[in-house]
DNA sequence: AATATATATCGACTTTTTCCGATATACCAA
DNA sequence: TTGGTATATCGGAAAAAGTCGATATATATT
C-alpha cells in the first residue's frame, strides 16, 4: 500500500462519499438487489451525479489505492469495499506517519 | 477537523517526510539545541531541499488541517507534530470513512 | 450477425496544486 | 534608526487533477 496514493484517493469529495455509500450498500442502494459481490457502477454514477466516466474513472482510482474491490459479472463491474485497507491505513498512520 | 484538507495536506511526498521528520527532531536535526517547542522553518527548509516560501507555504497548509502546531519565538517560528490530531485522524477512518 | 446495455478508455478543457523568485513583514542588534 | 536575519505572503509558470463528451470494449439478447 502506497501512502501517498492512498491519500490522493482520499482527498476528493465525491470519492470519500463513495466510500461512504459503500459501508451500507442496501441503504444507500436499495434498487439493487443482492450486495455480495457490491454495488454495479451504474448505480453508483446515479447516486454521485457526475457522469459516467468520472464515476468509473474514481473507482479505479480508490480501486488501485486498494481501498476497494471489484467483480465482473456478466456486463457489470461490482465494487465493495476492502476493509483490510483502512484497518492497514489506521496502523499507517500510528506507526508510519 | 476537516477530513478533505487533512487527507489533501497527506497527499504532498515532501510534506509526509517533514511530519516524519518532526517525529523525532533530535535525530534529524541534529544542529539545533532544544525541542521543546519543535522546529524552525529554516533547519526543515534545509533538509527539505526545497525554496523558503515552499516550505513556509507546506507548513501552513500541514497547520492548517490541524497536523502541526507553531509557536513564535523571537524571529523564530517552532513548528510541531499535534499528536491529538493524528489520533483523531485514526477515529475519523474507522468511524467516519 | 446485429443490436442493446454496462463499463472503460481517450482527448480536451478547466481548475487546483506545485514550486519558484521577489517582496513584505517581524524581530533583533548595533 | 539602520541593517541583518527569519518567516510569511504574493504573483506566476508548469504540472497534476477534475470533469466532461465521444468512442471503444465486453457481454448479453435476439
Redesign the interface.
Known amino acids: 500500500m502506497n ?2 496514493d492512498v ?2 484517493a ?4 465525491a470519492r ?1 462519499q463513495i ?2 455509500w459503500l459501508k451500507d450498500p442496501e441503504v444507500h442502494f436499495p434498487d439493487q438487489p443482492g450486495f455480495e459481490s457490491g454495488v454495479c457502477v451504474g448505480q453508483i454514477q446515479q447516486k454521485a451525479g457526475l457522469t459516467q466516466s468520472t464515476v468509473s474513472e474514481y473507482l479505479s482510482i480508490l480501486q488501485r489505492a486498494g481501498l476497494i474491490e471489484s467483480t465482473r459479472v456478466g456486463q457489470w463491474t461490482y465494487y465493495r469495499r476492502n476493509e483490510k485497507a ?1 484497518l492497514e ?2 496502523q499507517i ?2 506507526k ?2
Open positions: 501512502h501517498l491519500f490522493k482520499l482527498s476528493n469529495k470519500l466510500l461512504q483502512f491505513l489506521t498512520i500510528q508510519d506517519l
